[in-house]
């Protein structure tokens, strides 16, 4: 990956703890196994539809959500189990829902594009391009409107960024002074064009200038420095600044879906980033060498997550498909009193 050299892209790295470096490592290593299991569900017939995998971006939801706080939401496009996961949510409840089983988060009813966690403040997975932007920043008016300090994370990626309701809503945030993170998942490929062919002006956080928007573009392979992106932009957020604009070079494994034989990038392109520029294992190299975790240490933490990630998929085995009742439940919301 040729990572942009630029004055705004962040350097600045947050003193962590060995106990939150293990943390950030777990939560890394739980996308990567997790998806790697949807990956053989879905070889195996399992899981229908699209599957969107999010192997190689791990550090890009894991930084961010080390820089939330309860309360603050999050809405992305079809690449979403990585933020699911991120996020707190069940790994049971979302396998059981790639699967199309009754145990899901939408009963089995929504797949992969179409699961959500009110106690999670999760709004989704959307798979229409870009159309989860102007829903953030609806989100984002609903705690502007309350009166609250909480912050939404809209998430999209470099294909998305070029859609003119990106712009749009753009334009209302600044205007409104909305306390919404625009997160730009570059992972240079859109659904398989390279950002060079694709797009005149490649440094998209840059866009936000025209409206006043404050941005930058940070580092997505390293979890310390998108956290430290990630808690200046809530900062900014938080004091009533308005929106920020978050550029996060990353780079994915696996092609656009698993449909997607990703012929437009050559096999040394993917090992050599896999190689060296990994975000969990530079984060194990640093637990290692600063003699925070032994590698049996890793060796437990690894199994453990490969335990949590086979029970889930038994769990998505197991669990039963829904009953043709349930094509009449969940139509519409429901409101409780005090959100009236």
Request: hydrophobic share 35%.
């Amino acid at each position: 990956m040729a990572t942009r050299k630029t004055a705004a892209t962040s350097a600045a790295k947050p003193n962590v703890s060995a106990e939150e470096l293990k943390a950030y490592y777990r939560d890394m290593l739980l996308i990567r196994r997790f998806e790697e299991k949807a990956g053989q569900l879905y070889g195996m017939g399992l899981i229908g539809g699209f599957c969107h995998l999010y192997i190689g971006q791990e550090a890009v939801v894991v930084g961010l959500e080390a820089a939330a706080d309860e309360g603050d939401k999050r809405v992305t496009s079809y690449r979403d189990h990585g933020h699911m996961l991120a996020c707190g949510m069940d790994p049971k409840g979302v396998m059981a829902e790639l699967t199309g089983r009754e145990g899901g988060y939408s009963k089995g009813k929504g797949g992969s594009m179409h699961m959500f966690s009110k106690e999670k403040h999760f709004y989704g997975g959307h798979g229409i391009v870009a159309a989860q932007v102007p829903i953030g920043a609806g989100l984002a008016f609903s705690d502007k409107y309350k009166g609250n300090d909480r912050v939404t994370f809209t998430y999209f990626g470099d294909g998305a960024a070029n859609q003119g309701q990106v712009a749009e809503t753009y334009n209302m945030a600044q205007l409104w002074d909305l306390p919404c993170i625009f997160v730009i998942e570059n992972n240079q490929y859109a659904m398989g064009t390279s950002v060079k062919r694709a797009t005149k002006s490649p440094d998209f956080w840059e866009r936000g200038a025209a409206y006043g928007i404050a941005g930058e573009a940070v580092d997505g392979m390293d979890v310390l420095a998108v956290k430290a992106a990630g808690e200046k932009a809530v900062a900014h957020c938080r004091a009533g600044k308005g929106p920020y604009i978050l550029e996060v070079m990353t780079y994915r494994y696996r092609g656009h879906s698993m449909s997607d034989p990703a012929k437009y990038r050559t096999r040394e392109e993917v090992q050599e980033m896999r190689e060296k520029r990994d975000a969990i294992e530079h984060v194990r190299q640093l637990l290692l060498t600063g003699k925070h975790a032994t590698e049996d240490d890793l060796k437990k933490i690894d199994k453990e997550i490969k335990d949590i990630v086979n029970e889930a998929a038994d769990f998505s085995k197991e669990s039963p498909e829904p009953s043709l009742d349930e094509l009449w439940t969940d139509i519409y919301a429901e409101v409780a009193p005090q959100d009236a």
